[in-house]
């Protein structure tokens, strides 16, 4: 999902992992995480801003595509989160 991205790309990728494994680590489940970001959504109560601040569906699938891989690859290395006796359960497969 990074062939041919720039540099800036990249380092927003890595600040969504960084902050995806924050999640991990405070004990969200992969569904409790994607109802917490479509919850908190950003709307400034302007229709025509909202519209252009909105995740489209395809952003939304590729945001849910790289939490499932993240929550997968902490899983299968078996990262146990700090102050936690095991990991947490792996993620349902996307639909």
Sequence with gaps: FT????ENYVVELKEFVHGTIAAYDAGYTHPSLILELGLNELETGDANVDKTVRLTDQERQTREVWLVLV??????VQYIPPGAKT???PPPPPP
């Design 71 to 76: 929550y997968l690859t902490l899983h299968r």
């Design 87 to 89: 990991p947490p359960p």
């Design 3 to 6: 062939t041919g991205a720039d």
